[in-house]
Every structure is written in C-alpha cells, then in structure tokens.
T-cell receptor, first 113, second 114 residues
Framework: AQSVTQLGSHVSVSEGALVLLRCNYSSSVPPYLFWYVQYPNQGLQLLLKYTTGATLVKGINGFEAEFKKSETSFHLTKPSAHMSDAAEYFC???????????FGTGTRLAVRP | DVKVTQSSRYLVKRTGEKVFLECVQDMDHENMFWYRQDPGLGLRLIYFSYDVKMKEKGDIPEGYSVSREKKERFSLILESASTNQTSMYLC?????????????FGEGSRLTVL
C-alpha cells in the first residue's frame, strides 16, 4: 500500500522568505504525485502534479516541486512567500491514473509580515 | 469553469438524525468521491463511485452509505448521525479521460452533530 508523509504539520515563514514543504512517499512503482492547496473555508485545488518526464514541475502561484526518486521525495518550494500563500497544503500519491489518491496529513503554512 | 457543488456549507444535526449531503458536478466526470477531513488526519476516503449506480467502499465506510442515481450527482448519507461524525466532508470528481485522474473538489460541507 502507498503512504505519504508530510514532515511538519505547521510551518511558519516570514514574508519574502523561502517556502519549503516536505513530502516523502512510499510506492512500489513510479508514482503520480500531486500537491493540493486549501485556503480557509474552501475545498482543495490542484497546485501542481508530476506524472512522467521532467522531474522539476512548476505550478500555479510560483510554486514548484521536484520529484527525486532516489530520495522518494516530492518537496514543494517557493522562492519568496507572500501573505496570500497562507493555507494548508496536501501532498498526494497514486500508482496510476486509475488508482485511488492517497493524501498526506497536510501542512499548515503561516506567513508572518 | 469546472465546478463541483456541495449543497450545504454548514449543517448542525442532532444525534440519531438522518443526514443527506449532496454533491453535483457539471464536468460529465465518471468518477466521484466522498472524503472526510479532520485535523491531523488529512483526507480519508469514505466511498467512491466509478459509474452510475456503482459504489465502492473507501477506507472508512462505517456509518455511511452513498447513492449515485445520476452521473452528475453523488449523495452521502449518514443513517443515524453520531457525534464522532462531526467533520468537514469534501466531495470530488475526476474523469477517466484525463491521463492523471486529478481530482476536482467542492468547497466542503462542515457538519456538526450535537
């Protein structure tokens, strides 16, 4: 069975600082990997995804993530945090397009002025 | 713009009541899902459906049932609500036609059971 581990349930950064949200997965086959974002009182929306090809994936709002097979990681980064980035972020994995999505427990990002 | 609509954003029910949570999608998606979201536990899959009148149990189906009579509509039913079912419920849909099967979510229904 697949699993997803998000290190750090809460992360706080200053406005303008680097954002790094960690995600590690376990999968017996090369996975499909996703990051979703949830703003307060809203549903989840897709931030970015990795399926095949280039391992550095760019998403919306300046976020990007790199698939590192050797480290079984898919960490999310943004060079400069903005106040509007405050939200909860979820990493998710599936084995194939027809598989069910397995979510991590989420990381809540706070951005300090 | 694609849309998944959950009928109620906030509900308050009493223990033992029957609760219906409705979800409608306008994207002609084959697959629909119900998750519950709790702090520190992330999203947990309750039930899903790959086609009309079909349903599959997810990871935590106990205490819940579902109905999918039409392709666009997927209902979650709590036959007899209990306080431990107080949670945020999220509906999602996806298409078989998309290579990655990414999920599109509704805004959620926050249920409080007293």
């Amino acid at each position: 069975a697949q699993s997803v581990t998000q290190l750090g349930s809460h992360v706080s950064v200053s406005e303008g600082a680097l954002v790094l949200l960690r995600c590690n997965y376990s999968s017996s086959v090369p996975p499909y990997l996703f990051w979703y974002v949830q703003y307060p009182n809203q549903g989840l929306q897709l931030l970015l995804k990795y399926t095949t090809g280039a391992t550095l994936v760019k998403g919306i709002n300046g976020f990007e993530a790199e698939f590192k097979k050797s480290e079984t990681s898919f960490h999310l980064t943004k060079p400069s945090a903005h106040m509007s980035d405050a939200a909860e972020y979820f990493c998710a994995v599936k084995k194939s397009s027809g598989d069910k999505l397995t979510f991590g427990t989420g990381t809540r990002l706070a951005v300090r002025p | 713009d694609v849309k998944v609509t959950q009928s109620s954003r906030y509900l308050v029910k009493r223990t033992g009541e029957k609760v219906f949570l409705e979800c409608v999608q306008d994207m002609d998606h084959e697959n629909m899902f119900w998750y519950r979201q709790d702090p520190g536990l992330g999203l947990r899959l309750i039930y899903f459906s790959y086609d009309v009148k079909m349903k599959e149990k997810g990871d935590i189906p106990e205490g819940y049932s579902v109905s999918r009579e039409k392709k666009e509509r997927f209902s979650l039913i709590l036959e007899s609500a209990s306080t431990n079912q107080t949670s945020m419920y999220l509906c999602a849909s996806s298409s078989n036609g998309r290579s990655t099967g990414e999920l599109f979510f509704g805004e959620g229904s926050r249920l409080t059971v007293l």
